[in-house]
């Protein structure tokens, strides 16, 4: 009788771990998922997908939402085992390449809310002339300083390099740090030195080409000896053991009024928006060696692909959310983050960011340098160069390793502007 | 019949494992083999054979060396820290009285999830150590030590000693207290000091309990990646970048799939021969140890 027990207690928990997904939601209701890959937006998406819940009550869609860049794991895992999210955001990259090769994203071209995309972000986002990834916001790069700190002091917004300097000087001076740096994340030490590659290197794209080509090599590359001088200097006028601190440590030490800037993208706004700051925030673009050679890094931020192989019921309610997702949904989502809308007559309030609004306007910006389809493993490497930059102030170590890290890995599969 | 219906159980029993076995774990070992030979990227539906083109390229890669001696690194200085940290915990605690009260608190550490107990100790490397270390005037310790090439490695074995050292104590404790009190007390009587307690009967004694607490050390340093992963992501400039973490890298942040597995296979092998000097080396002890006792 106990044996009989047992096994039966042993069948009935070997039948509760069958996964529930095998089952469908029942009742009509379509089940619609959003894996979210960049988790400071979720709070965001949660509230479009609450309030979309209330308008269409027959499609639940669910977001999954994990933590730092596990997120990034999971989903190299799933689509390993065919298990493409519904929807997911992603960005500009060779992988994304890949996966459209790979036939598991929808082309959305023609589609009522593809329409909704303005017309040049839209065209960045173009492989083969088709659109796979959907912009709902486009970023920029920028020094984030703190208003009333700034007006206290009397400081002016730097126009030229030698002004940012002697800002520092001055900031340094009167006892304040005058960047908040967060180069453990390799993200953040990259995607500015990529604005500073912008600015500085006039011929970047060419010479990124030639250099994959074996034709030259990063050591002759007009303007990189500014961008390595500029990280070095850099370096002096952040917190001791840049290296060290992350994201949140970075924008916690801003928050906090320890520093007077910090440098990033304004992917990261909605994150210091949902601090209660007791300041104001401004932005003011990276300084050129003049005013007019400065200019603005901007591409494409927040976006979202679908999955190819899906049911023509699910089909129907993923187009119906995204009919939502890119009419209200990306107002709310302009309005809270602030960023740059990337959906036609959406304005967001630019009050934050006005002394860049001059460079989209005269078209003084450009986009990511990696956008030359650089692989995630080129930009791996790359990141590791800065860093060792950062802790050493070895030039030479530092052209040598981020040369090797874009020769090595080969040219790029698609090369673009 | 009623113990060939229990063998005919058993059997059924046994079998479903050795299934389940065989499908989550030698499978994907055949798979990961197979996908090491080619150039697969994991997105792709196409996998072109390469041959041991990712062998080749692992073992010539500039950073080799860099790699496996900062695995060395991490290998050596985890064993000996537990090792260290669980027999002086252990024998410190033998002499006390509450011992269940001090075995909780002691054994805390151990129940602490990773990822908090990574947030908790990028607070004392950001904030704590670097003051305590500028008040005691200790140069190496007045700096964040993830920062730094040099010092990032130890912050990382310090996080995982503080994670790990209290399991290999509950270890060695209870082997310790296994070890029959007269053999201790007739050692004592014959002037035997702490040191020749332990180097001539406790130490010996417990060799099985060491075995195991060695191989534990040097599995979590050879498969495990938390630490690395949430403090420094195999920074600063490559310095915690172990050989788990490259095939971590490889694989998952740089879609060369083929290529990670390639260098998880060599990973794997190195572990299984690692595992078998240590057995080898722990049986031939045990056995020069009955031979002379």
């Not at chain 1, 990189?224 to 970075?250: H, K």
């Not at chain 1, 591409?299 to 995204?322: H, N, Y």
């Not at chain 1, 090797?404 to 090369?415: E, F, Q, R, S, W």
């Not at chain 2, 130490?203 to 050879?222: E, K, N, Q, R």
């Amino acid at each position: 009788m106990k044996k009989m027990m047992a096994f039966i207690l042993v069948v009935m928990m070997s039948i509760a771990l069958i996964p529930e997904c095998f089952a469908e939601a029942g009742d009509g209701v379509v089940n619609v998922e959003f894996f979210q890959t960049t988790y400071s937006q979720a709070e965001i998406i949660d509230q479009i997908i609450a309030d979309f819940s209330l308008i269409h009550p027959d499609i639940k869609v669910t977001q999954i939402n994990l933590p730092g860049d596990e997120a990034d794991t999971v989903l190299a895992n799933r689509i390993l085992n065919h298990d493409v999210p519904d929807i997911f955001n992603y960005e500009l990259s060779q992988t994304l390449f890949d996966m459209i090769e790979a036939g598991i994203l929808r082309d959305v071209s023609g589609t009522a809310y593809a329409d909704c995309i303005d017309a040049a972000v839209a065209n960045q986002c173009m492989y083969n002339d088709k659109l796979y990834l959907l912009p709902m916001s486009v970023n920029f790069m920028g020094v984030f300083y703190n208003v009333e700190m700034f007006e206290a002091h009397g400081w002016a917004i730097p126009q030229t390099l030698d002004e940012l300097w002697e800002l520092c000087e001055t900031i340094q001076g009167e006892g304040i740090i005058p960047f908040a740096a967060g180069d453990k994340s390799g993200s953040n030490l990259a995607h500015w030195v990529q604005d500073v590659i912008g600015v500085y290197c006039p011929n970047y794209i060419e010479d990124f080409y030639s250099v994959f080509n074996g034709n030259m090599s990063i050591a002759d590359m007009e303007g990189i000896e500014d961008v390595a001088d500029i990280v070095i200097a850099r370096t002096r006028y952040c917190q001791e053991d840049p290296l060290g601190y992350g994201t949140d440590d970075q924008i916690a030490l801003f928050a906090n009024q320890e520093t007077a800037m910090y440098i990033n993208g304004s992917w990261r706004m909605s994150k210091l928006n949902t601090r209660d700051l007791a300041f104001h925030y401004a932005v003011f673009p990276f300084p050129g060696k003049t005013a007019e050679d400065t200019q603005v890094m901007s591409s494409v931020d927040f976006a979202v692909v679908t999955a190819a192989d899906v049911s023509p019921e699910k089909q129907v309610a993923i187009d119906t959310f995204l009919e939502y997702l890119f009419s209200d949904g990306a107002r709310y989502f302009i309005e809270v983050s602030n960023a740059p809308s990337a959906v036609t007559g959406i304005k967001p309030d630019t009050s934050s960011y006005s002394l860049l609004l001059p460079y989209f306007e005269s078209g003084r910006i450009f986009g990511m340098p990696s956008n030359c389809r650089w692989t995630d493993a080129t930009y791996s490497d790359y990141t590791a160069a800065l860093q060792n930059l950062v802790l050493t102030g070895e030039k030479k170590t530092f052209y040598e390793e981020f040369n090797d890290a874009l020769t090595d890995y080969g040219m790029p599969a698609v090369y673009i502007h | 019949m009623k113990k060939r219906r229990y063998e005919i159980g058993m059997s059924i029993l046994f079998a479903g494992i050795v299934c389940a076995y065989f499908v989550f774990t030698f499978l994907p070992v055949i798979d990961g083999l197979q996908i090491s030979l080619t150039d697969w990227n994991g997105i792709s539906p196409s996998r072109n054979f390469v041959g041991f083109v990712n062998y080749s390229q692992f073992i010539s890669d500039k950073h080799f060396v860099d790699t496996v001696t900062i695995t060395l690194k991490y290998i050596l200085l985890l064993s000996a820290g537990m090792v260290a940290l669980g027999y002086g915990l252990a024998l410190c605690l033998l002499q006390m009285r509450s011992q269940s009260m001090l075995l909780t608190v002691l054994f805390f550490p151990h129940i602490i999830m990773t990822v908090i107990s990574c947030i908790l100790w990028e607070q004392i490397f950001n904030n704590i150590l670097p003051g305590i270390g500028r008040m005691l005037g200790i140069e190496k310790l007045s700096h964040n030590m993830l920062s730094s090439k040099e010092t990032a490695i130890l912050a990382v074995v310090a996080v995982d000693l503080w994670h790990l050292a209290p399991y290999a104590f509950l270890i060695l404790f209870t082997a310790l207290k296994g070890i029959p009190a007269d053999m201790v007390d007739s050692a004592r009587l014959e002037g035997a000091n702490s040191v020749q307690l332990f180097r001539h009967i406790q130490f010996p004694m417990t060799f099985p309990s060491f075995g195991v607490v060695l191989t534990t050390a040097i599995t979590h340093a050879l498969t495990s990646i938390d630490t690395i992963l949430i403090m420094t992501s195999g920074g600063p400039a490559r310095a915690t970048e172990t050989l788990y973490f490259v095939v971590y890298k490889n694989s998952f942040m740089r879609q060369r799939f083929g290529y990670g597995l390639a260098q998880g296979v060599l990973l794997a092998i190195a572990a299984i021969l690692i595992y078998l000097l240590i057995q080898a080396w722990t049986n031939r002890v045990q056995t020069e140890g009955v031979e002379d006792g």
